[in-house]
Nanobody, 124 residues
Framework: QVQLVESGGGLVQAGGSLRLSCAAS????????MAWFRQAPGKEREFVAS??????NYATSVKDRFTISRDGAKITVYLQMNSLKPEDTAVYYC???????????????????WGQGTQVTVSS
């Protein structure tokens, strides 16, 4: 099995920054696609960003503000979040796809493993 543990969430003022981390353990390898999703109260879980090999993918709502990266040796994925807005407030989840195909997937059904989430709250 694969375990994913997120960290780095918290409370930040609008315009500020946070960096989320996701540490993977178990039967993982550097070929896995990794992604971040988020879910706000009363809303569906939505795609934020993903990375697979040399490919990255971003939701329109976060493009040019958020950056996804990974540490291949430790199989750790990061989400650098800049210029945060109140609408970014959500629980952020890390996900892993053990059988990636082309590109960096953005659909929930592509990801088999999920972390428990970390809360990000952006105050106005």
């Amino acid at each position: 099995q694969v375990q994913l543990v997120e960290s780095g969430g918290g409370l930040v003022q609008a315009g500020g920054s946070l960096r989320l981390s996701c540490a993977a353990s178990g039967r993982t390898n550097s070929r896995y696609a990794m992604a971040w999703f988020r879910q706000a109260p009363g809303k569906e879980r939505e795609f934020v960003a993903s990375i697979s090999g040399g490919s990255t993918n971003y939701a329109t709502s976060v493009k040019d503000r958020f950056t996804i990266s990974r540490d291949g040796a430790k199989i750790t994925v990061y989400l650098q979040m800049n210029s945060l807005k109140p609408e970014d407030t959500a629980v952020y989840y890390c996900a892993a796809d053990p059988t990636p195909g082309w590109g960096a997937p953005s659909t929930i059904n592509e990801y088999a493993y999920w972390g428990q989430g970390t809360q990000v709250t952006v105050s106005s």
